[in-house]
């Protein structure tokens, strides 16, 4: 976590600050922003946007550190989701390609990567069979890392109904890649947390 100083800085429009929140953030909102639109390129694209934001806006945000991490995630969530709306209205379709995201990784072998391709195939089909809501929130939970508190604020609603947002997503998520392993004895709930967390993160970068 950045510093209250970093975050004075940012709302007084330092390049520094931003660049400190950059450092301490990056990672995390771009393993979001990929799994919300399934493309390196256009994730990172996103993350420009976001802290271009950041630096134009950042004088408008009360509070601190806590509040700046916030607003970062909001503005990435709203920044995907407009996104998203733009590729809907010209009827494209997203880019889906997990072995190149996963190839970035050169720890890797094929077979490695094989296995990984599919289940993260598996597991954004399974994502997808899910209401928004329980898919955004699950993205934030597990891709980004936020608390229920910090995903509530981002989403604009309250603890409890992120809580059972999360619990509800959880369940059919396990129910769903249970029976898309067709007879996989792993009905454990925690497995959504497992998989999840399998989707491309910002750690396998582009060389």
Do not use: C
């Not at 550190?65 to 998203?84: E, G, P, Q, T």
């Not at 072995?99 to 077979?111: Q, Y």
């Not at 289940?119 to 929130?137: E, G, M, N, P, W």
């Amino acid at each position: 976590m950045f510093t209250e100083e970093v975050a004075e800085g940012v709302k007084a429009g330092d390049p520094d600050a931003v660049a400190a929140v950059y450092v301490a953030l990056s990672d995390r909102l771009l393993s979001y922003l990929m799994a919300r639109v399934h493309d390196r390129a256009t994730a990172e694209d996103l993350l420009e946007a976001t802290f271009l934001e950041l630096l134009q806006k950042g004088r408008t945000i009360r509070g601190g550190a806590a509040s700046i991490k916030v607003w970062m995630f909001r503005s990435a969530h709203y920044n995907a989701l407009d996104h998203l709306r733009r590729l809907s209205r010209r009827g494209e379709e997203l880019t889906d390609d997990p072995i190149r995201l996963e190839a970035m990784d050169d720890a890797r072998g094929p077979e490695d990567l094989a296995i990984a391709s599919d289940t993260t195939q598996r597991i954004r089909l399974a994502l997808d069979q899910l209401s928004v809501d329980q898919r955004q929130v699950l993205l934030l939970r597990y891709a980004a890392g936020l608390s229920a508190p910090e995903i509530a604020r981002v989403l604009g609603k309250n603890d409890g109904a992120i809580r059972s947002l999360q619990h509800r997503g959880e369940r059919s998520l396990a129910r769903i890649l249970k029976e898309s392993e067709r007879g996989d004895d792993d009905g454990d709930l925690g497995m959504p947390v497992r998989t999840v967390r399998t989707l491309p993160t910002s750690r396998s970068r582009r060389s």
